[in-house]
């Protein structure tokens, strides 16, 4: 996307002081794939950095059909209006690593959040590799919180490895199931329930409440097997309509306890610290992985050595021994 | 361990004879960390390689206390005495790759298997990482095979990761547990529910075998809310007593009716290659991290980094723009 750069000092100010378009140009610029643009993102990021302002990352996934964009909706346009907070609200799209599209791409999803005055809605980051899309919207965070956003939702569909990335970006991960449909075709994916601090049955209405009910409780079984994360927090099981904006009030309540809990035994600062460092760690380590396999040799060597190794033609230890003297200097 | 050195040839004919003296040895050879056994190491694999001997390899979990020794012993048995197939006991033991211990260190464990002329059991490599030990027992099932041993079980300690590193050399994944204890206790960490392709309730006897029924029907509940996975293989849930030797024969229906399946689809031969280039991706890519995180100045570096990360005071593409250009060469 062609636009006029600003200079990071207009990009920060703008974006400290909560200007809804500087923010959205921030975004665009971290968002960049040029080279050009890389360092400004840099110095702009390390400019609204330790800004103090106090917020709460709420992860949000669940398959097509669910009702994400109603959930919230609701859920968002409750936080502003009744609880005066602004809210920001982003997406992990896997599909758009692939194609160009979004599931944010159309803000009509949203018609009450997008035309409220305390919300941002930025659509999910496209192209590149699922990893760099959660990049970018990590960084996405850091800028909304910046300009102030003190409720940021992550949207994600359920699809496995979206799943925990924005785990891994997110204070609090809620999974928003439906009751009736079968459990394969709601995608849950081996350990998706492993990793959800909520589990919430949404449209919970009419004629569907006992079957939500019913779902809830088969889920509280099934979560009650599992131990409870570092947090301590024992994931919660509820049910709520997002179209009949039922449930979502105690919702918040559930969310509101586990930040207040999480925030007095300080592990909502120690997670996030450790999530900085954890994903440091991950990108340093797929940049050194990178620098080795973009290698053409190495390319060619692999898709030799891995057939030959599925054939049973080439033990691994040869085949490690061989590359270990072709590729590393002796120690 | 001191020994007198054998050429490969040697180990190889003693080894495909189903010598147990000479398999013995070539284990303790190819778990060797002397560099001076490695080659050697590498050539006995290759030497007892594509053999052509058919076996089936059996993955089994579950806490101390959970009867693993008693289950083994007994299901051993009856695969030895019954159904006249050799039986080889190894076992990938998480602590011994910090202590010295094995969880198969004292074979009296298995009082009747460790007698049987058609069983082979063998303590778990100790010492090194945990990857290390798992490393050396894959290593170890390939030259059991080659001694002719049809039944391979790999016996490890419900603590995580190391399910996942024998989930990854077998055919079949079972998990042991016992009904009443509470499920922290039992010490089911997230995930590994989903990995096993059964779940059996140990001490199904007496007093305590409603509990395990109504124990089983619980869990069949929780594993019908995963996915099947890429086998096509419903996980199923199974009673049995070791002790009393009850549901044993049953348990083996059903390992033998996934054996049955699996290479009829394929599934069993597609696996072991998949896993076999698997491990070597893992393998070579450890390598490649090895090579650079051995590196004394990254070292420093990294502990400065991350805390200077951990505190909010480094950004993330600072940090990593920094290591970049320090230690890779531009493109």
């Known amino acids: 996307m062609a636009r006029k750069r600003k200079s990071v000092q207009e ?21 960049s794939t040029l080279e050009s643009d890389s360092l400004l993102a840099e110095e702009l990021l390390h400019a609204v950095q330790s800004h103090g302002k106090q917020s ?25 209006d009744e609880l005066h907070k602004k ?23 949203m018609s009450r959040l997008s ?31 910046a300009a102030g956003y003190e409720y940021i939702v992550v949207e994600t569909v359920g699809v496995g490895q979206s799943e925990t990335l924005v785990k891994g970006m997110v204070d609090f991960f809620l999974l928003l199931m439906l009751s009736g449909a079968g459990d394969e ?17 949404n449209k919970a209405d009419g004629d569907n409440k006992p079957a939500a009910k019913r779902a809830a409780a088969e889920y509280r079984n099934a979560l009650h097997l599992l131990q409870a994360s570092d947090s301590g927090w024992i994931p919660r099981v509820a049910t709520c309509s ?3 904006g039922e449930g979502i009030a105690d919702l918040y309540t559930i969310l509101d306890e586990f930040e207040r809990a999480m925030r007095l035994n300080g592990f ?47 033990s691994l230890r040869a085949g490690l021994r061989q590359l270990r003297n072709k590729y590393f200097a002796k120690p």
Chains 1, 2 share one sequence.
């Open 268 to 314: 909502l600062d120690k997670n996030r610290a450790q999530q900085q460092v954890d994903w440091f760690n991950d990108l340093l380590r797929s940049e050194v992985l990178r620098q080795f396999y973009q290698n053409e040799d190495v390319k060619t060597d692999l898709s030799t050595y891995s057939s030959q190794i599925a054939l049973g033609e080439l």
């Open 56 to 80: 709460f990352r709420l992860g949000i996934s669940g398959v097509p059909g669910v009702g994400k964009s109603t959930f919230i909706d609701a859920f968002g346009t409750y936080v502003c």
């Open 11 to 31: 990009y920060a100010s703008g974006v400290l002081a909560g200007d809804r378009v500087m923010l959205a140009q921030a975004i665009t610029l971290v968002e």
């Open 185 to 201: 075709l709601q995608g849950i994916k081996r350990g998706i329930m492993e990793i959800c601090d909520a589990l919430v049955i």
């Open 242 to 244: 997002a179209l009949a």
């Open 87 to 109: 809210v920001a609200v982003l997406a992990v799209d896997p599909s758009s690593s692939l194609s160009r599209g979004s599931i944010l791409g159309d803000k009509t999803r």
């Open 115 to 145: 035309v409220n005055a305390n919300a941002f809605i930025r659509p999910s980051a496209s192209g590149g590799t699922l990893g760099g899309v959660a990049a970018r919207t990590r960084e996405a965070i850091l800028l909304c919180e």
